[in-house]
């Protein structure tokens, strides 16, 4: 393994196991997921509804613990640490963006980017200004003092995605970021997301069960009943294709079941 900090891959997860108790019934979420991410890699994870890809980014984000395994993030493992050094880690590092924005509804956009600069205590940041910087790197320059509901759905994503790099996290973790958007606004979101990482070098983890938005990564991960299945090259549009076509024959069969259920 490299010893060199710049070579070492930003995430590392081992063996990763998730069981998740529901009264008598366990789900396996996750049943041995290994990866690895380099820095300044866009890795998309692919999977149909159900197959663990939330649950795996919030244990490899440190948000919830993984039954066994372990989750090496700048290779510190992150899976023994108490509470308190697991939220530094969380604040240092990563940079979080979820389907349904959560931004602080009283706040303008320029104050919900300050926020993290402000808890972190991060002193190489001037929290207003850092904001507005960010804010106009993500196109929003005209819109820092609107409220999150006096913002489009897509620019509220945009502010999302200031305030997961304020800190300048080295790592962006991105549950279904365009789930809720148009189209054309979710293109948007992840061309701004794109730039982002070109320009800052950052690496990113996105969950999505949408192939086309996948597809955009440098390299795609399926994700199937809480397994990595093999690599996809997100070139190869036959791969794709059939990966969509296993997707779709897997939607088919759970319809049936939920028809036959009814
Ligand atoms: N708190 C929980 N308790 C019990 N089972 C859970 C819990 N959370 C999730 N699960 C189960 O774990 C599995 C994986 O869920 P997960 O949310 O990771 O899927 P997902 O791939 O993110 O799906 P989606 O695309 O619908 O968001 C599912 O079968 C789900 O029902
Ligand atoms: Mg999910």
Not at 161 to 169: D, F, K, Q, S, V
Not at 192 to 205: G, K, M, N, P
Not at 227 to 242: F, G, H, K, N, Y
């Amino acid at each position: 393994m490299s010893q060199n900090p710049n070579n070492r891959p930003v995430v590392q997860v081992n063996d990763v196991r998730k069981d998740l108790k529901m009264g008598q019934v366990t789900v396996k979420a996750l049943r041995g997921v290994s990866m690895e991410v380099k820095r300044g890699e866009f890795l998309s994870i692919i999977g149909p509804s159900g197959s663990g890809k939330s649950t795996l980014l919030g244990i490899v984000g440190g948000l919830d613990t993984p039954t066994s395994g372990t989750v090496l993030i700048d290779g510190v493992d992150i899976t023994n640490l108490s509470e308190r050094e697991l939220t530094r880690i969380r604040n240092e590092k990563i940079g979080f963006v979820f389907q349904f924005f959560n931004l602080v509804p009283t706040l303008t956009a320029l104050e919900n980017v300050a926020l993290p600069i402000q808890f972190s205590r991060n002193r190489k940041f001037t929290p207003q200004q850092r904001a507005v910087e960010l804010l106009q790197m993500l196109d929003m320059g005209d819109r820092l003092h609107h409220r999150p509901n006096q913002l489009s759905g897509g620019q509220q994503q945009r502010v999302a995605i200031a305030r997961a790099l304020a800190n300048n996290p080295p790592l962006i973790m991105c549950d279904e970021p365009t789930g809720n958007l148009d189209t054309v606004s979710g293109a948007l979101v992840l061309q701004a997301l794109r730039d982002v990482q070109e320009q800052t070098s950052t690496t990113v983890i996105m969950v999505t069960h949408d192939m086309d938005l996948a597809a955009q990564a440098d390299r795609v991960l399926p994700l199937i009943d809480g397994r990595i299945v093999d690599e996809v090259d997100p070139r190869s549009t036959a791969q794709m294709r059939a990966l969509k076509e296993l997707r779709e024959e897997r939607e088919r069969q759970a319809a049936e079941i939920a028809q036959a259920e009814a």
